[in-house]
């Protein structure tokens, strides 16, 4: 594996080495120790010439006739995403969103440690979920003031959502993953997703409806 400048893989490219990182780990435990472009790209129904050609922004690892060998993609994947290390994580907002995330175990396997939740119903407010003990949000500047947050995951409201993200991005947030139905405004070098989950409702109800009435 050659090092590599981030800056010199696309965007769009991101988004599939988590895709066959799942899949090569998937293998790895059913005991595979090599796996062509080919056969990868059956598994995960993609193109075998896009798999190639991803992997080849960071080197030449892979042998003709032979493929790859997983444990070696696993790792070189891995780095690649910087799951080398682990990510301390917040939620803003322990409603029923942010405190299934919360639950979920996916976060801690993959390196993302919830470091803690923030809400401003004194009925949650010191509730337990997962690993997230909820504080009041009052507390937030101060938490990320003595403990390093690289992630913030807000489940507030749209109408807060703003508001929230800024008050992020002062305490020194720098990554931040939206599921408020809003488009958040930050300054530059911020990092923000948007995952609006009505979005995509309405993206599939498009095409549900474009191929007849619904059934039932």
Known sequence: MRNVDRKDVPAVTVPRLALYLRKLRELRARGVERVSSKDLAEAIDLNAAQIRKDFSYFGEFGTRGVGYEVDRLVEVITR????????????????????????????????????????????????????????????????????????????????????????????????????????????????????????????????LDREGEPRG
């Open 80 to 207: 690649s995403l910087g799951l080398h290390r682990t990510w301390n994580v917040v939620i803003i907002g322990a409603g029923l969103l942010g405190t299934a995330l919360a639950r979920y175990r996916g976060f801690g396997e993959q390196g993302f440690r919830l470091a803690a939740m923030f809400d401003s119903s004194a009925t949650v407010i010191g509730a337990n979920y997962g690993e997230g003990r909820v504080r009041s949000v009052a507390e937030l500047e101060e938490f990320c003031a003595g403990e390093r947050v690289d992630i913030a995951i807000v489940t507030v409201p749209a109408s807060e959502a703003q508001a929230t993200i800024e008050r992020l991005v002062a305490a020194g947030v720098r990554a931040i993953l939206n599921f408020a139905p809003v488009r958040a405004h930050t300054p530059e070098g911020v990092l923000v997703r948007e995952v609006d989950l009505s979005s995509e409702l309405m993206a599939l109800s498009f095409h």
